[in-house]
């Protein structure tokens, strides 16, 4: 563990700790038992979350290859737990689906429809993202620095997608380029060309693909969906009245949470981060600091079941962090 990832690691359980502390054990009990058997429900929610997402990953990989929905949803757990266990994040998660799922689909093809599986997710995520902060901007009494924030985040998003539109029509050979670079002579130069032909088939994939796009979509956004429904299903059994929440909450709620994950991968399990953001905003629509840090509270432990069953997936196969840094190389060019 670098020294970067030791701060973050410590930052987050200061912080964490500090959380619990702030809102009492009592209150993180009465807020669990209001719960109840509604966190069954969430945990599954996850799982179909997962599901969704293995699914995406499938439809993005190229006939004659297959890849199982098995695997791929197995390999999908198993990369987010190493994910979440490490600093390193994405890092090591996305090469640790692909070592997953290695003795089924190669690593050529299943890294290649991975990478454009990650492409459309985060461009689903920036569009999520910018429509919570747009929501957050009809929310009364948002404090000025926060609406700029907000206002920021969507100019963000508009400009990522224009760029993105701009790179799908001319096609130019950014990261290729960077790499060659970086990484010169002979060598180097074999691995200018697998990312060349990377590029090239991200590019081309919904030319290819057009029929595959739709499903493919709809995954994405069924991801999204999902998450805001466990935000409003959470928010609904923490109401002292049982009345029902306004969507318009869970929607931002779920939104914030996206944004403090890409923002703070490097963070393990999001320790601290994730209760003391949602306690924030919760604080800010007029639910209680304390519903926040509840709501941070029960996605850790829906992260932690999942944890232990990708954990479980990895020691079965054998897998760890330094395995699986080692196997994304095995299918480099000779």
């Not at 997962?50 to 499938?58: D, E, G, S, Y």
Request: contains cysteine; aromatic residues 8%.
């Amino acid at each position: 563990m670098t020294a970067l990832g030791v701060l973050a690691t410590a930052g987050g359980l200061i912080l964490f700790v500090w959380c619990i502390r702030r809102i009492g054990l009592d209150q993180i009990r009465s807020g669990f038992a209001e719960i109840g058997w509604g966190l069954a429900t969430i945990v599954l929610l996850g799982g179909v979350r997962f599901a969704l997402r293995a699914v995406a990953w499938m439809l993005c990989v190229e006939p004659p290859h297959r890849l199982p929905f098995v695997e791929a949803f197995g390999a999908v757990i198993a990369g987010d737990a190493l994910g979440n266990l490490l600093p390193l994040g994405p890092i090591v998660s996305e090469p640790a689906k692909v070592a997953f799922v290695r003795h089924r689909l190669a690593l050529g093809p299943a890294g290649t429809a991975l990478a454009i599986e990650n492409v459309l997710y985060t461009l689903s995520v920036a569009a999520m993202i910018a429509a919570g902060m747009a929501a957050l901007l009809f929310v009364p009494e948002v404090p000025v620095r926060l609406r700029e924030v907000s206002e920021a985040a969507i100019a963000a998003v508009a400009i990522l997608f224009l760029f993105t539109l701009a790179l799908l029509w001319t096609r130019p050979a950014v990261v290729s380029h960077l790499a060659a670079r970086l990484l010169p002579g002979v060598g180097g130069e074999r691995h200018v060309l697998r990312i060349r032909g990377l590029e090239e088939q991200i590019y081309s994939f919904a030319s290819r693909r057009g029929a595959a796009m739709i499903p493919l979509i709809g995954a994405e956004l069924m991801f999204h969906v999902l998450g805001v429904a466990e935000a409003y299903i959470t928010l609904w059994l923490l109401s002292p009245s049982g009345t029902p929440p306004l969507l318009v909450h869970a929607f931002i709620v779920e939104t914030v949470n996206r944004l403090i994950i890409v923002v703070f991968k490097f963070v393990p399990l999001g320790a601290g981060v994730n209760e003391a953001g949602t306690a924030f905003l919760t604080g800010l629509l007029g639910l209680g600091t304390v519903v926040g840090t509840t709501i941070g509270l029960v996605r850790k432990v829906r992260i932690l079941c999942w944890m232990a069953v990708g954990t479980v997936l990895l020691v079965r196969r054998g897998l760890t962090a330094g395995r699986v840094l080692a196997e994304s190389q095995l299918d480099s060019p000779r």
